[in-house]
C-alpha cells in the first residue's frame, strides 16, 4: 500500500454546525489512479473537494498527502505539501484573475513558492506549461477573456500543474464546456496523467464522463460514501438503489433503447443536510426501504451480495441498463 | 506545438479590461461631454487667470448692479465687484473643499471597507455598525454641528468644511468598497491563489483589490460632484466659508438676499454650481458602465 | 374561453389544415458595435401536432435566438430579424401585428426557460401568478381561476397543490419551480411548446421526472414541442426529429433513429463521436478541433469546414452547401454527405 498518494480518514464537515456537508468519508487515492466521485448537487461532492486541497479546515478526521496530515501542518510546511496536491476548477469564466495576463497566473505557483524555479528561468516555465496544454506559449500577454472556455480551462490547467504536483483534484472541469471542448480536454487530462504519472480526483455529475476517465467510481448522497469500487463494478453490476436509479436516470445516446430500459424515476427530491434522515440517509426516497433502515445506519461494506463497498442493508446487483 | 484551436478571428492583441472598457468609454458621448466639462472647471480651479485678468477682491460700491462690460461678462453685484471675476476665482475654492474632502473620505472610505470585507465576521460586524452611527447623523445638522466646532475665530472655515464633509460622507465608499472586497474575495480565482498557498497580502493586493477598484472610483466621481455641492450648501447657510472667503456658496448666499433687484449674480454662480456637479456625476455613470462587468 | 378563440380565429390568413408551425429561411442577426453577429442564418424547420422537434447545437449555434424570434421576445436592438418567415397555421407571424401577436404568444405558442427561479416573478405566490393568466385572458372569477391554478399544479405533480399555491418561487426546489414554470407555461392550453434547456440546470433524476412529464402532458394534449437542448441523451429520449445547428444554420434535419444511426453531416457525426461510450474506455475521445466560428466572422462556404476531415475545396468557397435531400424526410447540408453516410 506503499503507493498511496491520498488518503482520507472519516473526514467531517459540518457548517454553522449543524448542516453536515460532508459526513464521514474514507478514501485512498492510488499513484496513477483517477477516482471518480459522483453525486447530485447537495451531497457534498465540491466540499469534499475544498477539504482536500485545504481550502476549507475538516470539522474533524484527516487528509493524508503521501501519510503527512495536511489538517495538522502550519506555515511553511503546509505550504510545502501544498504542492503536491492541486486543482482544477468548474468554472473557467471565474477561476482565472480577469486582471492579470496568462503569464502572470500560470506563472503565480512560481511566485509563491520562489523555491521551485529561479527567478530567470520562469518565463521559459510558464512557456513550456502552455506548450504542454496545448496553448500558444507566445500568448503569455494576453488576458483571460480573449480565451474561449475551453482554452480557458486549458489555463487553469496549465496552472494547477506549475508546481509539479502528484495529486489534482478536478472539480466538475468539463460541465461548463461545450461537447465538442469536453472532448479535447478530457483527452488533455488523459495525456497529462500518462506523461507526469498524476493521480485524479474526479469529481463530476457526468455519469459517462466520469465512466470514461476514472478507475475506480465513489457514489455520494447526502455527505455520505454510498458505494464504491471499481468502474465496471459500479456501472454494472450497481448494488446500492441509489446507484441504481442514478444510473438509470441518465440518457443514452441511443434512441434504439427509447422505451427499453427499466427507468426507475426517484421521487421528491434530496433532504436537507441540515436534517439528514435517521440510519440510511437515502431511504426517504427509496423502494427497498423497510424499518431497520430507519434505525440502523448501514456501513460502507462487502456484503453478501455486494462483492465491492456499499452501504445498504439490501444490498443486490441489480443492472438497470440491462433491463430490457 | 502551436494552438490549433485559436480561431483567426480573436483579436490578437493582449487587451486588459481597464483596456475594453477605455474602448467603450472612447465612445460615449457622456463621457466627453462630462469629462470635457470637467477638464474646463479643473483649469478655471488652478489657473483662474487664464479666463480673467480682474481682481475679484476689488470692489466699488459706485459699481453696484452694473451690467456687463469689458472683461466683466456677467456684471456686478451688490457690493459692486466682477461677477465673473468672482465666479471664476470661486471654483478654485469650491473645487478644492471638494477634493480635498473626497480624498480624505475616500482614504477612510478604502481602509474601513476592505478591513470589513476582508476580515468578516467580528471586524465587519464593527466596522459596519460604526457606518451605521455615523450614517445615523442628520447631514445638515452633523455639519453645521461639526463646522461650528472646527473652525477657528477669523479663519476662513476651507479646513473646517473639508474635516466636515470628509468625516460624513466616507460611509458610502466604505460600503462600496467592503461589498465590492465581498464580492472578490468569494471568486473563483481567489480560492485558486489560497489554494497556492498565497498570503493574505498578496490575495488583497493583487486579486481582491484590482478586481474591487472601479466601483470605488465611480463612487469618488460622485462623491466629488456631492461634496463640492455639499460645500456649497454649508457656505449657503453661514457655517461653510466665511470671510473673505470666494467660492460659489458664499456668493450664492450673499447674492439670494438681492435676487429680487438683481438675478445675474445669483444665476452665475449657480449654473456653474450645477455644471460641476452634473458633470462629475455624469462621468461618474459613465465610468461605471463602461466597467460594469455584466456586459463583459 | 369561446370568445378567445374566435378572437384568433379571425386571424387573417388562418387556416387550420395548414402546419402548425413552419419557420422558412429565418435571418436574425445582431447589430452591436465590434460588428454584425449573424445568429441565424436561413434556418427553416416545421412542427407537427403532438410532434417533439429537438433543435441540437452548442453554445451560440443560434438555437436560442431562434426560439426568442419564434416567440416574438427577441430584443430589438440589437437583434433584428432580417429574412424569413414563422408560420403558425398559416399565418406569418412576423407580419401580424403586435396586438395580434402577443395573442397567439399567449394563447397558442408558449415558452419554458432554462432558469425557472428568475423566469417567475418572486414578490408573488406561484398560485397568484397562476391564477393572474387565468384572469387576464380568460376572464375566471377570483375562485375559478384559483381552482383551476390548484388543478394545474395538480397537473404537474406538484404535491399537496392545495397548500402550495400560497407559497413564493424560492420556496420551492429547482425541480419544483420547473414544474411550476412547465403549469404557467400550459395554463393557457398552448398547440406549441418550446423548452429552452429545461433541464440543463437540473440533476439527473430530477431531469428524468421532467422529461417524463413533459412528455405525458404532450400526449394528453397532443401539443408539438420544440425541445432545445445541446445534450444527446435526452434528445434520443424523447424527440422525433431532430434539426442540428451549426453556426446558427441547420446542418442536418432528419427523424431521430437515422440520425443516431447514421449521420449525414461531419459535425453530427463528430458530436456523436465525441461523447464518451462504453466501448470506447481507456481509448481517446474523438474531439473536434479547434472552436466555433465567431458569429461576427463566420467563415464563407460550409461553416464547419475549418474543422472538418471531409473538406475539399467546394467546401470553402461560397455559396454554402444547399440542404441536399439525403432520404425523405431527411436533408444535410454537406457537399460529401454520401462519405459521410459511408456509402
Avoid at chain 2, 475679484?56 to 469689458?70: K, M
Avoid at chain 2, 483589490?209 to 472610483?217: G, S, T
Avoid at chain 2, 454650481?273 to 456586459?295: H, N, Q, S, Y
Wanted: charged share 20%; hydrophobic share 45%; net charge neutral.
Amino acid at each position: 500500500m506503499s503507493d498511496v498518494v491520498l488518503e482520507t480518514k472519516d473526514l467531517v464537515k459540518h457548517f454553522k454546525g449543524e448542516i453536515r456537508a460532508v459526513d464521514g468519508v474514507d478514501l485512498q487515492l492510488r499513484r496513477g489512479e483517477t477516482l471518480g466521485v459522483v453525486g447530485e448537487s447537495g451531497c457534498g461532492k465540491s466540499t469534499l473537494a475544498k477539504l482536500l486541497v485545504g481550502l476549507e479546515k475538516p470539522t474533524s478526521g484527516a487528509v493524508a498527502v503521501r501519510g503527512q496530515d495536511m489538517t495538522r501542518l502550519k506555515g511553511g510546511e503546509l505550504r510545502r505539501a501544498r504542492r503536491n496536491i492541486q486543482m482544477v476548477l468548474q468554472d473557467p469564466y471565474t477561476s482565472l484573475n480577469p486582471r492579470m495576463t496568462v503569464g502572470d497566473i500560470v506563472g503565480e505557483p512560481f511566485e509563491i513558492h520562489s523555491e521551485v524555479v529561479p527567478k530567470g528561468k520562469r518565463q521559459q516555465a510558464v512557456q513550456d506549461l502552455l506548450d504542454t496544454v496545448g496553448l500558444n506559449p507566445d500568448h503569455i500577454n494576453r488576458y483571460p477573456h480573449q480565451f474561449s472556455g475551453g482554452q480557458r480551462q486549458r489555463i487553469g490547467i496549465a496552472r494547477a500543474l506549475a508546481l509539479k504536483p502528484e495529486i489534482i483534484v478536478c472539480d466538475e472541469p468539463v460541465s461548463a464546456l461545450d461537447v465538442s471542448i469536453q472532448a479535447q480536454v478530457i483527452n488533455l487530462l488523459e495525456r497529462l496523467q500518462d506523461d507526469f504519472g498524476l493521480s485524479y480526483i474526479f469529481i463530476a455529475h457526468d455519469l459517462s464522463v466520469v465512466r470514461h476517465i476514472s478507475d475506480r467510481v465513489a457514489v455520494m448522497y447526502l455527505g455520505k460514501i454510498v458505494e464504491q469500487g471499481h468502474d465496471v463494478a459500479i456501472y454494472d453490476q450497481p448494488t446500492h438503489p441509489y446507484t441504481q436509479a442514478l444510473l438509470s436516470a441518465v440518457p443514452v445516446p441511443d434512441p434504439r433503447l427509447r422505451g427499453h430500459r427499466k427507468q426507475i424515476v426517484l421521487e421528491g427530491d434530496v433532504p436537507s443536510p441540515a436534517n439528514p434522515p435517521s440510519g440510511c440517509r437515502f431511504r426517504t426516497r427509496c423502494w427497498k426501504a423497510q424499518h431497520v433502515c430507519s434505525e440502523q445506519e448501514p456501513l460502507l461494506q462487502i456484503r453478501e451480495r455486494s462483492p465491492h463497498p456499499s452501504a445498504c442493508h439490501f444490498a443486490e446487483i441489480n443492472n438497470p441498463l440491462r433491463g430490457r | 506545438m502551436s494552438d490549433p484551436t485559436l480561431p483567426a478571428t480573436i483579436d490578437t492583441r493582449p487587451r486588459s479590461l481597464s483596456g475594453d472598457a477605455w474602448d467603450d468609454l472612447r465612445h460615449s458621448k457622456i463621457f466627453w461631454v462630462s469629462s470635457g466639462l470637467a477638464l474646463l472647471i479643473l483649469l478655471m480651479a488652478f489657473f483662474p487667470t487664464l479666463f480673467t485678468s480682474a481682481n475679484p477682491a476689488d470692489c466699488t460700491l459706485s459699481r453696484q448692479y452694473a451690467g456687463p462690460s469689458g472683461g466683466a461678462l456677467f456684471g456686478f453685484d451688490y457690493q459692486g465687484c466682477d461677477v465673473f471675476a468672482r465666479t471664476i476665482h470661486g471654483a478654485g475654492n469650491s473645487l478644492w473643499v471638494g477634493l480635498l474632502a473626497t480624498l480624505l473620505a475616500g482614504v477612510i472610505g478604502l481602509f474601513f471597507g476592505m478591513a470589513a470585507g476582508y476580515f468578516g465576521g467580528a471586524v465587519d460586524a464593527i466596522l459596519s455598525r460604526g457606518i451605521d452611527i455615523v450614517l445615523g447623523i442628520p447631514f445638515l445638522l452633523g455639519a453645521v454641528v461639526f463646522s461650528g466646532r472646527l473652525s477657528g475665530a477669523g479663519d476662513d472655515g476651507v479646513t473646517a468644511v473639508t474635516l466636515t464633509l470628509g468625516l460624513l460622507t466616507w460611509t458610502s465608499a466604505a460600503r462600496v468598497m467592503r461589498s465590492s472586497v465581498v464580492a472578490a474575495k468569494g471568486q473563483d480565482y481567489v480560492a485558486a491563489a489560497r489554494m497556492l498557498g498565497a498570503s493574505p497580502a498578496r490575495l488583497m493586493f493583487r486579486h481582491i483589490l484590482p478586481n474591487a477598484f472601479a466601483p470605488f472610483i465611480v463612487v469618488m466621481a460622485l462623491l466629488l460632484g456631492a461634496n463640492i455641492a455639499a460645500e456649497a450648501t454649508l457656505s449657503f447657510l453661514g457655517v461653510g466659508l466665511k470671510g473673505d472667503a470666494i467660492s460659489w456658496g458664499v456668493q450664492i448666499a450673499e447674492a439670494q438676499k438681492h435676487a429680487r433687484v438683481a438675478p445675474a449674480p445669483l444665476i452665475w454662480p449657480s449654473t456653474f454650481l450645477a455644471a460641476t456637479v452634473l458633470a462629475f456625476i455624469m462621468l461618474g455613470d459613465a465610468v461605471r458602465d463602461a466597467f460594469d462587468p455584466k456586459l463583459r | 374561453m369561446t370568445d378567445i378563440k374566435a378572437q384568433l380565429d379571425v386571424l387573417p390568413g388562418l387556416d387550420p389544415r395548414a402546419p402548425l408551425l413552419q419557420v422558412n429561411d429565418l435571418h436574425v442577426e445582431f447589430r452591436t458595435r465590434d460588428g454584425v453577429a449573424k445568429a441565424v442564418n436561413g434556418a427553416s424547420f416545421w412542427l407537427n401536432p403532438g410532434e417533439t422537434l429537438a433543435i441540437l447545437g452548442e453554445s451560440g449555434c443560434g438555437k436560442s435566438v431562434t426560439a426568442q424570434a419564434i416567440m416574438g421576445i427577441l430584443e430589438t436592438p440589437p437583434g433584428h430579424i432580417t429574412r424569413g418567415e414563422i408560420r403558425y397555421r398559416g399565418v406569418d407571424l412576423l407580419k401580424v401585428r403586435e396586438a395580434e401577436r402577443r395573442r397567439v404568444r399567449a394563447n397558442r405558442v408558449a415558452m419554458i426557460f432554462q432558469d425557472a427561479l428568475s423566469a417567475l416573478n418572486p414578490v408573488y405566490t406561484v398560485g397568484f401568478q397562476l391564477a393572474e393568466l387565468f384572469r387576464v385572458h380568460r376572464g375566471a372569477s377570483r375562485a375559478d381561476a384559483k381552482s383551476r391554478a390548484i388543478e394545474l399544479l395538480d397537473q404537474v405533480r406538484i404535491p399537496a397543490a392545495k397548500s402550495r399555491i400560497n407559497d413564493y418561487p424560492h420556496q420551492f426546489s429547482g425541480g419544483m419551480r420547473q414544474r411550476v414554470m412547465i403549469a404557467m407555461a400550459l395554463a393557457l392550453d398552448p398547440e406549441v411548446l418550446i423548452a429552452d434547456e429545461p433541464t440543463t440546470a437540473l440533476d439527473v433524476t430530477v431531469q428524468a421526472q421532467i422529461m417524463g412529464l413533459l412528455a405525458e402532458l404532450q400526449r394528453q394534449r397532443n401539443m408539438g414541442l420544440i425541445l432545445i437542448t445541446h445534450d444527446m441523451g435526452v434528445v434520443a429520449d424523447v424527440a422525433d426529429r431532430i434539426s442540428v445547428m451549426y453556426a446558427g444554420r441547420i446542418v442536418e434535419e432528419a427523424p431521430v433513429y437515422d440520425i443516431y444511426a447514421r449521420p449525414a453531416h461531419p459535425y453530427t457525426r463528430a458530436l456523436l463521436e465525441s461523447i464518451p461510450r462504453l466501448d470506447l474506455k481507456g481509448q481517446q475521445l474523438t474531439a473536434i478541433r479547434g472552436l466555433p466560428p465567431a458569429l461576427t466572422a463566420i467563415p464563407a462556404g460550409c461553416a464547419f469546414h475549418p474543422r472538418c476531415g471531409y473538406a475539399k475545396e467546394p467546401c470553402r468557397q461560397d455559396p454554402a452547401p444547399p440542404a441536399y435531400a439525403v432520404a425523405p424526410r431527411r436533408t444535410a447540408r454537406c457537399h460529401f454527405f454520401r462519405e459521410v453516410l459511408g456509402e
